[in-house]
């Protein structure tokens, strides 16, 4: 599917929940309300519109939330997911605290890779980012199972100017193989209120540990992370600075949220409210000249330099990251 600028999305990113079991501070604090289970969509819907937009040439599902590991039947959307043609990968985005539960189910449903959170190694921080106790060791457990399992996975780092001490710790993941990417604040939803730490200044930080650290061509999935390699650390360190460094120009990516909202850019609100299709009545054909078309206008460029040209205004747990 080409967009209006010429660029090819085949990465489709799906948030089955807005409902998560932590309360990291810049995305879903307490207090934060639920969206209505009505408005979300049943499985069989998203499964739908996955089919017309593999038609339509996505390639890599990313299955995201909330947290998508609290939403029943994940592990069987991941299956049904992988059975659609067309469809090459999936991956998940998960908080981590729930694969000791459902990683084996998901390696057995085919789940290609997954990306997993965490902010801080530091256990006392951790908890005041997340709203819970327990999330170190829980992602510490994750990877080691998913390893076992050959489930690739990687670790993400939100840069907070509170986590500038945890840095060469997260980044020692990379030491036993796990690739680790520290993604720059957003001021989208409630992260405008919290402060970022510049990932400039992150890179030098870990110079301070791996002065090698240089910048390496790679690419790995679909994501928009840029890459540094270090002759001691056997995986790479990447950075998500969507902020500071703007990547719109190759984006391939759009965004289909819990409440079946198609989001083409994540600072805007336009998009496409596919669910009001979806629930009334409209066959394949209207959904696919729907989606064509919010494609094809997907916006050149976010505007994380003008907060004052956001207009989404939802969570990111209501969007998926
Ligand atoms: N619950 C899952 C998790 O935490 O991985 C999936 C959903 S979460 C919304 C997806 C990703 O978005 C997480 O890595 C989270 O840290 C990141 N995120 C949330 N709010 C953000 C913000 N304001 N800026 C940058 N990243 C953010
Ligand atoms: Fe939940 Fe993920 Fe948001 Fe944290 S970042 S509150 S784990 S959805």
């Known amino acids: 599917m080409l967009d209006k600028y010429g660029r090819n999305i085949n990465y489709l990113r799906i948030s089955i929940t807005d409902r998560c079991n932590l309360r990291c501070k810049y995305c879903m604090p307490d207090g934060c309300e639920s969206v209505p289970h009505d408005d979300i969509l049943r499985y069989e819907e998203f499964l739908r519109l996955a089919r017309i937009f593999a038609s339509l040439g996505v390639e890599h599902v ?21 059975a659609v043609p067309g469809i090459r990968k999936v991956s998940m985005t998960t908080n981590g605290t729930l694969l000791a539960r459902y990683g084996e189910a998901l390696a057995e449903a085919g789940l290609d890779s997954v990306n997993i959170s965490l902010d801080s190694t ?17 992602v510490r ?50 992260g405008r209120f919290e402060r970022g ?9 870990l110079r301070g540990v791996w002065p090698d650290l240089s910048p390496a061509g790679l690419c790995i999935g679909s994501g ?32 289909l949220t819990s409440r079946g909202y198609l989001k083409p850019c994540l600072c805007f609100e336009a998009g496409a409210d596919l669910r009001a299709l979806l629930r009334s009545g409209a066959d ?22 003008e907060p004052q040209e956001i207009t989404e205004a939802h969570l990111m747990s209501q969007i998926g990251g």
Do not use: W
């Open 62 to 82: 990313r299955v995201t939330g909330g947290e998508p590991l609290v939403r029943a039947g994940a592990v069987d959307f991941v299956r049904a997911l992988k």
């Open 122 to 138: 530091d256990p006392e921080l951790a908890r005041e980012i997340s709203g819970s106790d327990g999330v170190v060791d829980s």
């Open 141 to 190: 457990e994750s990877l080691a199972l998913m390893r076992e399992l050959g489930v690739p996975a990687k670790l993400n780092a939100v840069l907070l100017a509170d986590t500038a001490a945890s840095l060469v710790p997260l980044a020692r993941f990379a030491e036993e193989g796990v690739p680790v990417r520290f993604i720059e604040l957003m001021p989208m939803g409630v």
């Open 197 to 205: 730490l510049d990932p400039d200044a992150a890179l030098g930080i």
């Open 224 to 255: 928009p992370a840029h890459y540094y390699v270090s002759g001691s650390l056997a995986a790479p360190i990447g950075f998500i600075d969507a902020v500071s460094h703007r990547f719109c120009a190759s984006c391939n990516r759009v965004r």
């Open 284 to 305: 394949d054909a209207e959904l696919e000249r729907a989606i064509a078309l919010c494609v094809f206008n997907k916006p050149r460029q976010h505007c994380f330099d």
